[in-house]
T-cell receptor, first 114, second 111 residues
Framework: DAGVIQSPRHEVTEMGQEVTLRCKPI?????LFWYRQTMMRGLELLIY????????DSGMPEDRFSAKMPNASFSTLKIQPSEPRDSAVYFCASSLLTGGETQYFGPGTRLLVL | QKEVEQNSGPLSVPEGAIASLNCTYS??????FFWYRQYSGKSPELIMFIYSNGDKEDGRFTAQLNKASQYVSLLIRDSQPSDSATYLC???????????FGKGTLLTVNP
């Protein structure tokens, strides 16, 4: 099985630009999570989808962040406009069920906003 | 705010020793706990999960859970240099889907 796929793996952009991160969960998994990891704050949950529906977006830092899941095999996280403080590693994870089951992480996107 | 606390380390042990990693949590409603290993520049990967009080063993790894004390630990026996990584503790919380992660403990196993 391919595992969770994320693209791009690295992104360098300038402040004010739009950034789109992409994720393909493991086939058959019905839960998808977007996380952000920084040295200061650790690993933080941004948003959680179940069966393509956003269930909990309380971790989304502000309106500049948005996420979509148009189908079971694809999700995007968009930052518009980006700011230097958004620089972090963004992970997508998926799991099979909603009951606190094991989450499998993708390789992450390392974002640097200049 | 629900928190999971870990000693940031670094924790340094000699090869062959037992490494003990500790974690406390504040949400008494937490049901399940997970230990993830993260190598530098890589993504977290699951080592073990535990949801019952007591010990759970898997090879060289033993997870321990004490819900009364709100304490979770991971023991790594016969530590190897390849175990050198950051270990993340996570609790499921009462929501059951939402994992709250600690900031991780950096473990170094010296040959």
């Amino acid at each position: 099985d391919a595992g969770v796929i994320q693209s791009p793996r690295h992104e360098v952009t300038e402040m004010g630009q739009e950034v789109t991160l992409r994720c393909k969960p493991i086939s058959g998994h019905n839960s998808l999570f977007w996380y952000r990891q920084t040295m200061m704050r650790g690993l933080e949950l941004l948003i959680y989808f179940n069966n393509n529906v956003p269930i909990d977006d309380s971790g989304m830092p502000e309106d500049r962040f948005s996420a979509k899941m148009p189908n079971a095999s694809f999700s995007t996280l968009k930052i518009q406009p980006s700011e230097p403080r958004d620089s972090a590693v963004y992970f997508c994870a998926s799991s099979l069920l909603t009951g606190g089951e094991t989450q499998y992480f993708g390789p992450g996107t390392r974002l640097l906003v200049l | 705010q629900k928190e999971v606390e870990q000693n940031s380390g670094p924790l340094s042990v000699p090869e062959g020793a037992i490494a003990s990693l500790n974690c406390t949590y504040s949400d008494r409603g937490s049901q399940s706990f997970f230990w993830y290993r993260q190598y530098s520049g890589k993504s977290p990967e699951l080592i073990m999960f535990i949801y019952s009080n007591g010990d759970k063993e898997d090879g060289r790894f033993t997870a321990q859970l004490n819900k009364a004390s709100q304490y979770v630990s991971l023991l790594i026996r016969d530590s190897q240099p390849s175990d050198s990584a950051t270990y993340l503790c996570a609790g499921s919380g009462s929501s059951n889907y939402k994992l709250t992660f600690g900031k991780g403990t950096l473990l170094t196993v010296n040959p």
